[in-house]
C-alpha cells in the first residue's frame, strides 16, 4: 500500500505541475500573469543573492574571528592528564 500511495502522489503532484505549466504557458491570461510576476522573481533573486553574499562575509568573519582567539590562546596541550614529563601512567 505504501508504493502506491506515493505513485498516487507522484501522479497527482505530476498533473498539478503540468497544469500550471500548461495555463502558464499556453493561455492568454497565464502568460499575462507569468510577465507580471517575473519581474517580481527577479527582485526576489536579486534579495536571496544579496542575502547569500552577506551570510558568506558573516562566514567568513566569524572564521577569522575564531582564528585570532585561537591564536591569542595559543597551542591547546594535547594531553592535560599528565602535565609533567616527570609523572608518568599508573597503567
Given at each position: 500500500m505504501r508504493d502506491n500511495?506515493?505513485?498516487?502522489?507522484?501522479?497527482?503532484t505530476g498533473a498539478v505541475i503540468g497544469g500550471m505549466a500548461g495555463y502558464f504557458f499556453?493561455?492568454?491570461r497565464g502568460r499575462q500573469l507569468?510577465?507580471?510576476?517575473?519581474?517580481?522573481?527577479?527582485?526576489?533573486?536579486?534579495?536571496l543573492n544579496s542575502?547569500?553574499?552577506t551570510v558568506e562575509k558573516t562566514v567568513g568573519a566569524a572564521q577569522d574571528g575564531w582564528k585570532l582567539l585561537n591564536e591569542a590562546m595559543g597551542p591547546v596541550p594535547s594531553d592535560t592528564r599528565y602535565p609533567t614529563s616527570n609523572q608518568t601512567s599508573p597503567f
Open positions: 500511495s506515493r505513485a498516487l502522489a507522484a501522479t497527482i499556453f493561455t492568454d507569468r510577465r507580471q510576476l517575473e519581474p517580481a522573481l527577479d527582485d526576489i533573486v536579486r534579495e542575502f547569500r553574499a
